[in-house]
């Protein structure tokens, strides 16, 4: 089932924004194998689609996100699907409709179970992970996850565990110089020299260490500013890219900004402020090593596979933010081995796509 159900989800094209029609094949596809569904309007968006498992024990949410990245030049193979040995390219197979096909599969098995052997199951798939999670924050809002006990998001993981992540901002940085002619600059104040020599030291901020999930970053995503005819420039401004670890907040990233720019000296006003976004700010999260879920899901693996899964962090940002802080449950992210995300010719394993579904479904099972 879940192989072909990643030919099916593959085929649907569901950039952010138009995850409309992958959204109701999975909402008829639940409906028609009889299961409680309902849909959640994310607008401008496709819908988020909720099923339920009602069982016994604790509640268990999985998670996976309908939506793709718009395709990148350079495809050698066809971004609605196509196999090769064990490889199925497209876009969105590995990012994440295999993961996505694995949950699904599994949650209809999980159905033909009697209720007393699996746990209570919420089955999401929701819309706009890859822009500002919209879908995921409309399902927190609502309420429906407040009674979960654990979220198993199907992140691409390459089969490791993920028990964390670092957070992030995206900073604004404005400059403000002084106009004069470009033939005596030194009458003005170039904003655009100023920024370039702020953007540039970065990398002298001392960045807080955290134990599992390492150092947070800086990256200058865009810069400008230009000038007025044969004029020093006085307006510049870069977006910076600031991945955070836990202990790392708003306050602490413009103090530790404003303080470079002090030390370097630099001329002209500065103003740091947040990139606006329609949703919260993405945090950093960890689960436990020795959490309850965390070792049944040990277990489970080490009977599967004959060893315990590999355990990493992840270096980005993504929908189980959401889940491990403003949801605030554990949340573990496990997913198929694959590769080429975001870019031409991705690809995922069917083989392990099955291994997956497999370990997903003993580890629901194992949770009575």
């Keep these: 089932m879940e192989v072909e159900l ?11 924004g138009e995850e409309g029609e992958v959204s109701a094949f999975i909402r008829d596809f639940l409906i028609e194998r009889g299961l409680e569904v309902e849909t959640l309007p994310v607008e401008g968006f496709g819908d988020d689609v909720i099923a339920y498992l009602p069982g016994k024990g604790p509640t268990v949410v999985l998670n996976g996100h309908m939506d793709t990245v718009r395709a990148s030049e350079g495809w050698s193979k066809n971004p609605l699907g196509e196999l090769d040995g064990d490889r199925f390219y497209g876009l969105g197979s590995a990012d994440m409709k295999a993961g ?3 949950l699904l599969s599994a949650f209809v098995e999980l159905g033909e179970l009697p209720r007393k052997k699996r746990p209570n199951v919420v089955f ?6 890859e822009g500002y999670s919209r879908g995921a924050w409309e399902l927190i809002k609502s309420g429906k996850l407040n009674g979960a006990d654990l979220v198993l998001v199907a992140e691409p993981s390459n089969e490791e565990l993920v028990l964390g992540a670092r957070g992030r901002f995206v900073v604004r940085v404005s400059v403000e110089g002084k106009k004069a ?13 100023e920024l370039g020599r702020f953007v540039g030291n970065l990398g002298r901020i001392r960045l807080k260490r955290h134990g599992k999930l390492g150092r947070g970053s800086y990256c200058t995503l865009h810069i400008e500013g ?10 510049a401004m870069a977006i910076i890219d600031r991945h955070i670890v836990p202990g790392e907040d708003w306050e602490k990233v413009k103090n530790e900004l404003l303080a470079l720019w002090g030390r370097l000296g630099l001329r002209g006003n500065v103003e740091i402020s947040r990139f606006e976004r329609p949703t919260p700010e993405m945090l950093p999260y960890t689960v436990r090593e020795n959490n309850r879920f965390v070792n049944t ?11 315990d899964p590999e355990v990493s962090y992840g270096k980005s940002v993504g929908d189980f933010n959401y889940f491990g802080t403003y949801l605030g449950k554990p949340t573990l992210v496990y997913g198929p081995i694959g590769a080429n995300w975001h870019s031409a010719d991705e690809w995922v394993s069917v083989s392990s796509v099955r291994r997956v579904k497999r370990l997903y479904l003993e580890f629901l099972r194992a949770l009575v």
């Design 6 to 16: 990643l030919r099916e989800l593959v085929s649907i094209e569901s950039p952010t």
């Design 100 to 102: 996505l096909a694995a």
């Design 124 to 129: 999401t798939a929701v819309s706009d992970e």
């Design 181 to 193: 002619h470009a033939a005596r600059p030194h009458l003005g104040i170039n904003a655009v020299e």
């Design 226 to 235: 230009s000038a007025d005819g044969l004029s020093v420039p006085d307006e």
């Design 297 to 307: 899901f040990r277990s489970v693996h080490r009977a599967l596979f004959g060893k």
